[in-house]
């Protein structure tokens, strides 16, 4: 019998001072704001890992905070997407796989790769920045053992129970529209980023899981997420499940107020309950 995917609904972090009150019940400490937040939500992406290279005890404390089961997706540093700009970053890059995710152990999920909006199509640039993204913990542990001194402690190598090593990328110029890229993705089953906005509408899939960072609806921004798109979104989610893929969607649109609860909203129109419920 084949089998069937997962889904996780998120929202990218969760420090969020308007929160407080209408996610987060009245009275609770911020320091387990995550915690509540694991309890209502499959999944969060990482921020803080793209402005900067985080500790290994970071990680550790994040994925001891949330529940069994949930996952985080981070981040990968501007260094590499908006600095190098995908050139010449294998030190940059092994230099963020040594700072710690590893310690996330099965906590860790996908890493998100965002480019800047200036940044266009390059094949060759592209290939080799995906060629040398590791999709095995042996491949993830050599690159990291090439990390330098800038990390400011050993690479932290120790991958127990870390599941599969998953990559997706955030494509926003518009010279990526290109029949090519999709073939370029797919040939290193790296996750093409559905954001389901009115200039990029494609739910296009190039892994053998999908990636959504929701910032529509591609239809009335404006509006927000309405019951009629949380449906939309539950019936194609739930045909990529069915079919065996895996589905990380997170609302990161410009209504932050209500991300959590369009998350929890998309999850339960899946029919996935959590212990929050």
Known sequence: MSRTGIARTGTAGWVFAPWRGTFYPDGLVQKNELAYASSRLGSIEINATFRGNQKPASFAKWAEQTREGFVFSLKG???????R??????IELANFLASGP???????????????????FDAQVLDNFLSMLPHTIPDYIALAKKADERIKHAPYLDATNVGQLRHA????HAS??????????????????ITD???SPARALTADFAYCRLQGPAHNAATG???????DWASTIGDWTAAGGDVFAYFV?????????????????????????
């Open 253 to 277: 649109h410009e209504d932050k107020l209500h991300a959590p609860a369009n998350a929890i909203a998309l999850r339960q129109a899946l029919g996935i309950s959590l212990p929050g419920d």
């Open 169 to 172: 990328i955030e494509l926003r």
């Open 77 to 83: 540093p501007q260094l590499v997407t908006h600095i």
């Open 176 to 193: 990526f529209d290109d029949p090519a890229v999709n073939d370029l993705l797919a040939r290193h089953n790296v996750a093409r980023v």
């Open 225 to 231: 997420y309405q019951p009629a798109d949380i449906a």
């Open 197 to 199: 906005t009115a200039q």
């Open 102 to 120: 590893l310690a996330m152990g099965d906590k860790l999920g996908p890493f998100i790769w965002q480019l800047p909006p200036n940044l266009s």
């Open 85 to 90: 700009r995908l050139k010449n970053c294998e």
